[in-house]
């Protein structure tokens, strides 16, 4: 089971379907990644998509890992102004990611909400 969830009880991420894995590595190849969370794999999709040969290396389940339970989220909404041209480009990335390869990549743009009681915090977010 599944143990991926808030102690409110919802998931936080969606299933992630497991990855078949060559029991070999290969004997060459151009650029090795250590790690199949989300950077190692976009990496290395991005070089294959380039023409190159890429072996991309996980000590668990390609996804499962910490991706699977990222805090980091592609959110828009209280960053500090020098991160929003790469927060726009990811958005923009996840966008097009899914249709390019035909699946449902789990992504959803869905807001975002902080919640209060203490004045001077919403004074802060009112500025």
């Not at 009880?9 to 004997?27: H, M, N, Q, R, Y």
């Not at 072996?55 to 828009?76: D, M």
């Amino acid at each position: 089971m599944r143990q991926n969830f808030f102690q409110w009880g919802f998931a936080i991420s969606p299933p992630v379907d497991p990855v078949a894995s060559d029991a070999t590595l290969p004997k060459s190849a151009d650029v090795v990644i250590v790690g199949g969370g989300i950077i190692g794999v976009t990496a290395a999709y991005f070089l294959a998509r380039k023409g190159q040969k890429v072996a991309l290396v996980e000590k668990g389940r390609v996804g499962a890992e910490q991706s699977s339970r990222n805090w980091g989220w592609c959110r828009q909404q209280d960053r500090d102004r020098a991160e929003i041209p790469l927060v726009k480009e990811a958005l923009r990335l996840w966008g097009e990611l899914g249709p390019e390869m035909g699946v449902d990549l789990g992504f959803r743009r869905t807001g975002i909400l902080y919640v209060t009681d203490m004045p001077a915090e919403l004074a802060k977010w009112e500025r």
